[in-house]
């Protein structure tokens, strides 16, 4: 059974979303001075590298590629927050945003008659990290 239309698009946003957010904190931890700080931003875009790894590969064992998407959920919550002023509140926005991230990917899996292998690839890795 071929991959629906909404669910292709499903998958490439949150594909597009993990590359955002790996972009972010990756030029973040490069412009930041060595420390603390920048040590646990270097491993969360890391992190987030490999959650678009995953989604690609999900997208692949699904027997597509992903939808080249211009926005993401950083878009949005930018629309609706703005910009962080400061590190404490990139941080702060980081943490509701990850909750909210696994907590959708939750609520993916809940789906009825969703697919085995994007079930699967919402709920492995996510939800086994730890820190950020
Ligand atoms: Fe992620």
């Not at 990756?26 to 790894?53: C, M, N, S, Y």
């Not at 927050?81 to 609520?107: D, H, S, W």
Request: proline share 5%; aromatic share 10%; charged share 25%.
């Amino acid at each position: 059974m071929p991959l629906r239309d909404d669910e292709h698009w499903v998958l490439s946003y949150y594909r597009t979303s993990e590359i955002n957010g790996s972009l972010f904190f990756g030029r973040l931890a490069r412009v930041l001075k060595p420390g603390p700080i920048q040590h646990d931003l270097t491993k969360h875009f890391a992190d987030e590298a490999q959650h678009v790894w995953y989604w690609t590969d999900c997208l692949d064992r699904l027997g597509t590629r992903p939808i080249r998407l211009s926005d993401a959920y950083q878009d949005q919550y930018l629309e609706a927050a703005g910009l962080p002023v400061n590190m404490m509140e990139i941080l702060a926005i980081t943490l509701t945003f990850e909750r909210r991230v696994i907590n959708q990917y939750a609520k993916h899996m809940a789906v009825p008659n969703l697919r085995p292998r994007s079930k699967r690839r919402s709920t492995s890795s996510w939800t086994t990290r730890s820190g950020l």
